[in-house]
C-alpha cells in the first residue's frame, strides 16, 4: 500500500472529525494529552507498585485519581524498540530495530502514520522534549550537526521538538532544538564518530586512554570513549564545547520547555499532545543535588525521585493553568529496570554470593529486566488519569504501549488507514478503564520474543527453543510447560510465527 496515499488518507477522514471553531468547541472536544515517558523505570520502581526506599508521592498521586494497570507493557525489553513502536504502531522487530549507535539515521520512514500525525491530523499542537533515540538524518548521508540536522520528530508530525539526540550515556553530549543543535559555536564545529582531518577545535579525554578523566564515577564496562563531564560516554564526540549540556540539570532544562510550551498552548487556547520522554532513570544517573540522598538507593534511587518531581511539575502546570480536568495523562516506561548498566554509580551493592540493590527489586513480583524476555522486561508502570472521565482504581487487564496508536485515534475519531500501524489496536475502552478486557494477544520483544494470551505466555528463544508459561501459577517464569500443554503450545506458536514472518498483529486478533 502506498504510505503517503495512506497519510492522505488519514488526513481527510479526519478533517470531519476535527473538533470545529467556536464557543462551545472546548467543551466537545477530546481531551488534550500528556504521555510521560520514563527510561529503564521498573514495576517496582513507583511507591504505588510497592516501592518502599524510593518515595515517588506526585506519581502515587497520579494514580490515586487515574487508573493503575497491574499488566500494562511496553513493546520490547529495550528502549529503542520500544519507542519505535509507540510513535508508529508497528512492532520494532520488523524492521530490525534495535538499541541505535550516536550516527544512527532516522528508523521510522517520514511517509508512515505515527501518532503525532493521529493528533496533528484532528488539530492538535504537538510536541516531543526529552530523549529521542530513534536516529536522525538521512539514511547513508553523515548527519551535519553544524547545520539542520533533519529528518527527524518535525518530519514525522511534531510541531516542536527539543531534544537529547541519542541518549544521555551516548555521545553527541547536546541538545537539540529544532533542527539546530543548541548554543554551538561555528569556531569549534561538532562531529561524531571519527576525527576529522585538520580537526583543531575542543579535544575530550580517551576514558580506555586515560581513566582518571572520568571523575564523576568510572565507567565499569563500554562507556569509556570520550569522556566529558568527568563521565565516559559510548562513541567520541569532537567540538561543541560551547552547547554541552549540564547532566545535572538536564531534567530542570526538560521540565522548564515542557512548562513553556504548555503555557503557550493554554494561551492560545490550543488542544495538544505533548509527548515528555525523560532521561531518568537511564544511565548515567546524575540527579540534580538537591535529590541527593533523599532515596535510600544511591543515584538510581534519587533519580527516580527527581522524575518523580518532574511529573509532578508538569501535574502542578496543568493545574495552574487549568488544564488537569480536560487532560489525559499517562505515565509508563520504556523498559524493564537495569542496576549496574556501564557505571560505578553504586546502585548495585555486590558481596562475594550475590548482587543486589540494598533490597529493592525494580522488577517487583517479576523476573529479569532490561535486556530480558521474562515478564519484568515489559511489564512496566502504567498509569492513566483524566479527571471525571477515567474512573480511579486498579485493573489487571492486559494492555501494550503499542495499541496506544489506534486507541487513541479512536478517540479523536481519526481513521487509521488499512495497512498503516499494522501492529495496533482500538483497545480504548480498557485505557479509560470502560470494561475492556484487553488484547487476545500481546508480543514481547527482548533477545527472542514471546506471546502472551491471559495468563500463558509462550517464549521463544533466538535459536528456535520454545518454553510455555504459566504467570497465573508461576510468575516467575520457572517451569516449562510445552510438553504438558503440547496444543496450547503448539497454537501459541503458530501464531507467533505468522506474526515474526510478517503478518500483523492487528489482523490476527481483537
Not at 477530546?30 to 518515595?55: E, S
Not at 554470593?353 to 540494598?358: A, K, P, Q, V, Y
Not at 510468575?475 to 507467533?496: D, H, I, M, S
Request: net charge negative; charged share 25%.
Amino acid at each position: 500500500m502506498d504510505l503517503r496515499a495512506s497519510l492522505l488518507s488519514l488526513t481527510l477522514a479526519a478533517s470531519c472529525a476535527a473538533p470545529t471553531a467556536g464557543p462551545d468547541a472546548a467543551a466537545d472536544r477530546p481531551p488534550n494529552v500528556v504521555i510521560i515517558y520514563g527510561d529503564d523505570v521498573g514495576f517496582g520502581d513507583l511507591g504505588c507498585y510497592g516501592a518502599t526506599k524510593i518515595p515517588t508521592p506526585n506519581l502515587d498521586r497520579l494514580a490515586a485519581g487515574g487508573l493503575r494497570f497491574t499488566d500494562g507493557h511496553c513493546s520490547a525489553a529495550t528502549c529503542t524498540p520500544s519507542r519505535f513502536s509507540l510513535l508508529t504502531g508497528v512492532h520494532g522487530f520488523r524492521r530490525g530495530v534495535r538499541v541505535l549507535p550516536p550516527n544512527a539515521p532516522l528508523t521510522i520512514p517520514t511517509d508512515w502514520l505515527t501518532l503525532p500525525r493521529v493528533f496533528e491530523s484532528a488539530g492538535y499542537r504537538t510536541a516531543v522534549v526529552g530523549k529521542w533515540h530513534l536516529g536522525l538524518g538521512e539514511r547513508g548521508t553523515p548527519v551535519d550537526w553544524n547545520g539542520e540536522v533533519k529528518p527527524g520528530p518535525l518530519e514525522l508530525g511534531f510541531d516542536t521538538s527539543f531534544l537529547l539526540p541519542s541518549t544521555n550515556d551516548r555521545v553527541p553530549c547536546v541538545y537539540l532544538d529544532g533542527h539546530r543543535v543548541l548554543g554551538l559555536d561555528p569556531e569549534d564545529p561538532l562531529h561524531v564518530g571519527k576525527r576529522p582531518e585538520g580537526f583543531a577545535g575542543t579535544v575530550y579525554p580517551d576514558g580506555k586512554e586515560d581513566r582518571a578523566a572520568m571523575t564523576y564515577y568510572a565507567s565499569s564496562h563500554g562507556h569509556d570513549n570520550s569522556v566529558i563531564g568527568g563521565i565516559g560516554r559510548i562513541g567520541f564526540q569532537w567540538g561543541g564545547a560551547s552547547a554541552l549540556w549540564d547532566d545535572e540539570t538536564m531534567a530542570d532544562v526538560f521540565v522548564d520547555r515542557a512548562r513553556a510550551w504548555l503555557t503557550d498552548r493554554a494561551a492560545a487556547e490550543e488542544p495538544f499532545l505533548l509527548y515528555f520522554s525523560s532521561q531518568d532513570i537511564h544511565v548515567p544517573r546524575t540527579p540534580h543535588p538537591r535529590f541527593h540522598g533523599v532515596s535510600e538507593l544511591g543515584y538510581r534511587g534519587d533519580a527516580m525521585v527527581q522524575l518523580d518531581w518532574a511529573a509532578g511539575a508538569l501535574m502542578d502546570t496543568l493545574d495552574e493553568l487549568g488544564l488537569a480536568e480536560d487532560t489525559l495523562v499517562v505515565f509508563s516506561s520504556d523498559n524493564g529496570p537495569v542496576y549496574d548498566d556501564g557505571y560505578e554509580d553504586g546502585t548495585t551493592v555486590r558481596t562475594s554470593t550475590e548482587e543486589s540493590d540494598r533490597g529493592h527489586d525494580g522488577s517487583g513480583p517479576w523476573t529479569g529486566g532490561k535486556y530480558r524476555i521474562e515478564e519484568g522486561g515489559t511489564r512496566v508502570p502504567l498509569i492513566v488519569r483524566w479527571p471525571g472521565r477515567v474512573e480511579p482504581g486498579v485493573t489487571d487487564a492486559l494492555f501494550g504501549q503499542i495499541d496506544l496508536l489506534a486507541s487513541f485515534a479512536a478517540l479523536l475519531q481519526v481513521e487509521v488507514p488499512g495497512e498503516s500501524a499494522m501492529d495496533s489496536r482500538d483497545h480504548l475502552a480498557t485505557l479509560l478503564g470502560d470494561g475492556g478486557v484487553g488484547p487476545s494477544i500481546l508480543v514481547e520483544e527482548a533477545r527472542g520474543l514471546a506471546l502472551r494470551s491471559g495468563d500463558w505466555k509462550l517464549v521463544r528463544r533466538p535459536k528456535g527453543g520454545l518454553a510455555l508459561f504459566d504467570l497465573a501459577t508461576d510468575p516467575a517464569e520457572t517451569t516449562n510447560l510445552a510438553k504438558v500443554e503440547p496444543e496450547r503450545a503448539a497454537e501459541l506458536a503458530a501464531t507467533l510465527e505468522r506474526i515474526r514472518a510478517g503478518e500483523g498483529v492487528r489482523a490476527l486478533s481483537r
